[in-house]
């Protein structure tokens, strides 16, 4: 396993920050034999080159040969051409191609909408003032523009009937769930279509038995059906052409009834009918007309899709109990978490922050964690015009932000670290991202020309363009680490930046403060650049923003005696009522309001409450059921929005019955209170079971956070260990049965391909001479078994992908093969993480 190398070489201020260092005697040693630097040289590296950690060489990959003349020697020179890792690293870390949101878009077309909003409101006032004047304007444009618009008409409907027939091949040959959700349909009629062949898939499969089918996963799809507005519209047609024609059938057989009666008066009723005029049409749309069409022909061997969507309906329709059964069985299903209907709405305290950054206004945000701060810091990267400088708290966090934009910006993304600083030298910059100290250090530097900018008047992708005039905006993540240790880095940087800021954060205690500091910095940069100052200091927007709903379950690890008299670690659940004594309910509101419930926790909540409380005591809307009928729709669907107001409810009625009936209250709180916890610093050997358990649950994959780089490594050993002993132990014969299966599938090719006449003896004499099997490379023998498998069943790695991780890391200078540790690692489903292990 190889580590990052040493500085090979370091200047005076790092062996200033780094006095305490060790230092190995080979270190020692290799640095007695150099060549002593004389006090100029080292005063010129000290002044040139920025600090950086790790050894240039070592993120360098060759990239071919190149032919080169040598002035000195005056000979052709051939020179190994060299790039660096870091944009694969980049390329490699950053998400999938096409999930990365673009916000800017969003935002778009949320000011066309509201553009849009405000015409029509003109345009009703207008109407209602010169209504005579302005229709017959509009009738003579109309008239002009009749056969041009007729023309557009027609070559729209024909393009849509092509990208709707493209979209019915797409989905034809898709025949699971998983396929279907990541297939994209231009036109509406492919989005129905998409949408009614899942809902198929998953009754058909509930309907079956199948193991993954759920009474949820039909629920969610088909709400997400019927929100859908062009359905919804074509599906009330269908019904009312159904409800016509069945109209018109009960007439005619009411006049053929009567015309039995009388023959004249069935002569007077023909003549009258001659005389009517003809029979009331509905006409469909053409999405209308599509659906139509499929209701009839669309279908498979397990049934069709009218009787599917019939299904569904009958099921939603027949829980008493929708709202109670969404809490407990859809937690994760629930609005905006729905798999099915994820559409993204821009909040109003977003559009807020956007509309600053479109007037380069400076902004403070004070938003909870996964409240959408990140869209805002992406759209100001995106929409400057110049180069972002984003400060960032910790090296983690560089990385990740780096490889993100590094794919949103096509790579135009430069990184600076206490370990490393790189820029990418065939084009501009559009953001820095870096630690505040590092990133200080690397552009306000005194500096001349270093390396190739010396030699060959080249950019070095190891030194960066200095200077903080090139910045357009200033973003600051997590800015209250002001408080930190490189606060005062970030205080002088924001200080050297004269360009409006955003500041991000989901704990600022001094929200105020901070924007009212940030705004004096602003007029400080305006009254040293601008003659006429203006009397007003620039705004600084702040934007707190509190309402967020929750839904990550609480738990703990405890210890509990086994049935056998052995100790087991458990997972018990967590509810945030055991935190809530009457004193804190009183006296620290704001503390109670901090202990976000989860729609399970609420469910057990309320089941509680009803169990130990009088009826008499709880009011009709303490019933989830009750409290939801109010807010909810025709289908009963709640949001997750919807449940942080039940949950407040809640919290309310808890204040109240703690004083009304304090010691049912107790009793109730107390039977939520976890055994006592032991805090350790080594969880080595209690972690196998906690996995094992969140496996059982179905609450896998997990990350384990520790921070001692020694203590994550036996983690990771004792976890793996473990693994694998328990596999032996009940499955002792295991690798000898996929051996003789792959012996014998070999020899059953051998005998297709006309190879099995060898004996044995002729099979030796070939082993010793050195020529290999081939056909039994091409079976998996040290595949693990599954019960022993942390991956999901079809994210676990084939041999195949085993192999080509190993080539990747051969390259990269890691001598692992598939007994090496971490690949075991891998193949059960366990990675490690470390800021010095070259394999992470």
Same mark, same amino acid.
Request: aromatic content about 6%; some cysteine.
């Given at each position: 396993m190889s580590f990052v190398p040493a500085p090979q070489q370091a200047n005076a201020a790092s062996a200033k920050n780094n006095a305490s260092t060790a230092v190995t005697s080979t270190q020692v040693a290799s640095a007695a034999t150099e060549t002593p630097i004389s006090d100029q040289e080292l005063l010129f590296k000290i002044r040139?080159?920025?600090?950086?950690?790790?050894?240039?060489?070592? *993120?360098? &990959?060759?990239?071919?040969?190149?032919?080169? /003349?040598?002035? =000195?020697?005056?000979?052709?020179?051939?020179?190994?051409?060299?790039?660096?890792?870091?944009?694969?690293?980049?390329?490699?870390?950053?998400?999938?191609?096409?999930?990365?949101?673009?916000?800017?878009?969003?935002?778009?077309?949320? %000011?066309?909408?509201?553009?849009?909003? !405000?015409?029509?409101?003109?345009?009703?006032?207008?109407?209602?003032?010169?209504?005579?004047?302005?229709?017959?304007?509009?009738?003579?444009?109309?008239?002009?523009?009749?056969?041009?618009?007729?023309?557009?008409?027609?070559?729209?409907?024909?393009?849509?009937?092509?990208?709707?027939?493209?979209?019915?091949?797409?989905?034809?040959?898709?025949?699971?769930? +998983?396929?279907?959700?990541?297939?994209?349909?231009?036109t509406t009629g492919g989005k129905i279509n998409r949408m009614i062949k899942?809902?198929?898939?998953?009754?058909?499969? *509930?309907?079956?038995?199948?193991?993954?089918?759920?009474?949820? =996963?039909?629920?969610?799809?088909?709400?997400? *059906?019927?929100?859908?507005?062009?359905? +919804?519209? #074509?599906?009330?047609?269908?019904? #009312?052409?159904?409800?016509?024609?069945?109209?018109?059938?009960?007439? =005619?057989?009411?006049?053929?009834k009567s015309s039995k009666k009388d023959k004249k008066d069935s002569k007077k009723s023909k003549k009258d009918k001659d005389t009517n005029p003809e029979k009331k049409k509905i006409l469909l749309t053409a999405e209308a007309q599509a659906l139509k069409e499929l209701y009839?022909?669309?279908?498979?061997?397990?049934?069709?899709?009218?009787?599917?969507?019939?299904? !569904?309906?009958?099921?939603?329709?027949?829980?008493?109990?929708?709202?109670?059964?969404?809490?407990?069985?859809?937690?994760?299903?629930?609005?905006?978490?729905?798999?099915?209907?994820?559409?993204?709405? $821009?909040?109003?305290?977003?559009?807020?922050?956007?509309?600053?950054?479109?007037?380069?206004?400076? @902004?403070?945000?004070? #938003?909870?964690?996964?409240?959408?701060?990140?869209? *805002?810091?992406? &759209?100001?990267?995106?929409?400057?015009?110049?180069?972002?400088?984003?400060?960032?708290?910790?090296?983690?966090?560089?990385?990740?932000?780096?490889?993100?934009?590094?794919?949103? /910006?096509?790579?135009?993304?430069?990184?600076?670290?206490?370990?490393?600083?790189?820029?990418?030298?065939?084009?501009?910059?559009?953001?820095?991202?870096?630690?505040?100290? @590092?990133?200080? %250090?690397?552009?306000?530097?005194?500096?001349?020309?270093?390396?190739?900018?010396?030699t060959k008047g080249e950019r070095e992708f190891m030194i960066l363009d200095g200077g903080y005039?090139?910045?357009? &905006? $200033?973003?600051?993540? =997590?800015?209250?680490?002001?408080?930190?240790?490189?606060?005062?880095?970030?205080?002088?940087?924001?200080?050297?930046?004269?360009?409006?800021?955003?500041?991000?954060?989901?704990?600022?205690?001094?929200?105020?403060?901070?924007?009212?500091?940030?705004?004096?910095?602003?007029?400080?940069?305006?009254?040293?650049?601008?003659?006429?100052?203006?009397?007003q200091p620039e705004e600084v927007v702040l934007e707190e923003h509190f309402a967020r709903f929750i839904n990550l379950q609480r738990y703990v690890v405890v210890e509990t005696e086994g049935k056998d008299g052995k100790k087991k670690m458990k997972l018990a659940k967590l509810h945030p009522i055991a935190a809530m004594t009457p004193k804190r309910l009183e006296e620290q509101a704001e503390l109670v309001a901090g202990l976000s419930m989860t729609p399970t926790d609420m469910m057990d909540l309320w089941t509680r409450m009803r169990s130990i409380f009088p009826s008499t005591v709880l009011e009709d809307l303490d019933d989830p059921d009750n409290f939801f009928q109010q807010s909810v729709g025709e289908n009963k669907r709640i949001t997750l929005n919807q449940t942080k107001e039940y949950e407040t409810r809640l919290k309310n009625r808890l204040t109240a019955l703690s004083k009304s009936h304090p010691e049912l209250y107790e009793r109730l709180r107390t039977a939520q209170v976890p055994p006592p916890l032991v805090a350790k610093a080594d969880v080595s050997d209690e972690l196998y079971d906690v996995v094992m358990q969140l496996k059982e649950n179905d609450l896998l994959p997990a990350v384990a956070f520790q921070l001692n780089t020694y203590g994550a490594f036996n983690m990771f050993k004792s976890l793996l260990s473990r693994l694998e002993s328990d596999q032996v132990a009940e499955?002792?014969? &295991?690798? +000898?049965?996929?051996?003789?299966?792959?012996?014998?599938?070999?020899?059953?090719?051998?005998?297709?391909?006309?190879?099995?006449?060898?004996n044995a003896a002729e099979a030796e004499e070939d082993a010793k001479s050195g020529f290999t099997d081939d056909s039994l490379i091409q079976e998996d023998t040290t595949k693990p078994h599954d019960k022993y498998v942390l991956s999901a069943a079809g994210k676990r790695l084939s041999y195949n992908e085993v192999e080509d991780i190993i080539s990747d890391m051969k390259k990269s200078g890691e001598n692992v093969d598939v007994g090496h540790a971490l690949i075991r690692g891998l193949r059960r489903g366990i990675a490690i993480y470390t800021n010095e292990v070259g394999f992470s």
């Open positions: 040139t080159f920025d600090v950086f950690w790790v050894d240039k060489k070592s *993120l360098m &990959y060759k990239d071919g040969i190149a032919k080169t /003349f040598d002035k =000195e020697i005056r000979k052709s020179v051939i020179v190994t051409k060299q790039k660096s890792s870091i944009p694969i690293i980049l390329r490699d870390m950053a998400p999938p191609e096409g999930s990365i949101f673009d916000p800017a878009k969003k935002w778009e077309e949320e %000011k066309e909408r509201r553009l849009l909003e !405000a015409e029509d409101l003109a345009e009703k006032e207008k109407a209602a003032a010169a209504a005579d004047k302005a229709s017959s304007k509009k009738g003579k444009k109309n008239e002009k523009k009749k056969s041009a618009d007729t023309i557009k008409e027609n070559n729209a409907m024909e393009k849509d009937k092509k990208d709707h027939q493209r979209d019915l091949q797409k989905l034809s040959n898709l025949r699971t769930l +998983k396929a279907l959700q990541d297939v994209s349909c231009e899942m809902l198929h898939l998953a009754v058909s499969d *509930l309907r079956q038995g199948s193991v993954n089918s759920s009474e949820a =996963e039909v629920l969610d799809i088909l709400w997400a *059906l019927e929100e859908m507005e062009a359905f +919804k519209e #074509a599906d009330e047609l269908l019904q #009312a052409e159904k409800a016509l024609k069945k109209e018109q059938k009960e007439v =005619e057989k009411a006049e053929k009839k022909e669309g279908g498979d061997s397990r049934g069709s899709y009218k009787d599917s969507l019939k299904y !569904a309906r009958k099921l939603m329709d027949g829980k008493d109990n929708l709202i109670s059964f969404q809490l407990t069985e859809m937690p994760d299903r629930l609005p905006p978490l729905s798999r099915y209907n994820r559409k993204f709405k $821009l909040e109003d305290w977003q559009c807020s922050i956007l509309d600053a950054i479109d007037n380069r206004t400076s @902004a403070v945000v004070c #938003a909870p964690t996964s409240s959408g701060k990140t869209l *805002l810091s992406t &759209y100001t990267c995106k929409s400057a015009n110049g180069t972002v400088l984003f400060v960032l708290p910790s090296e983690v966090l560089v990385w990740q932000i780096a490889a993100t934009y590094y794919e949103f /910006f096509k790579g135009n993304v430069t990184i600076c670290t206490d370990q490393i600083t790189f820029q990418e030298i065939t084009g501009d910059a559009q953001v820095y991202i870096g630690t505040p100290r @590092a990133l200080e %250090k690397s552009i306000s530097k005194v500096r001349g020309c270093a390396g190739q900018e010396m005039n090139q910045f357009d &905006y $200033l973003v600051l993540d =997590e800015v209250h680490t002001l408080n930190g240790p490189e606060g005062d880095a970030l205080q002088r940087i924001i200080k050297a930046c004269n360009c409006p800021t955003l500041a991000l954060s989901a704990t600022i205690g001094n929200a105020v403060q901070l924007r009212d500091w940030i705004s004096s910095v602003r007029q400080e940069h305006i009254e040293a650049t601008v003659v006429d100052v203006p009397d499955f002792p014969n &295991y690798r +000898k049965d996929l051996i003789k299966v792959a012996r014998e599938k070999a020899q059953m090719r051998k005998v297709a391909a006309g190879k099995s006449n060898k």
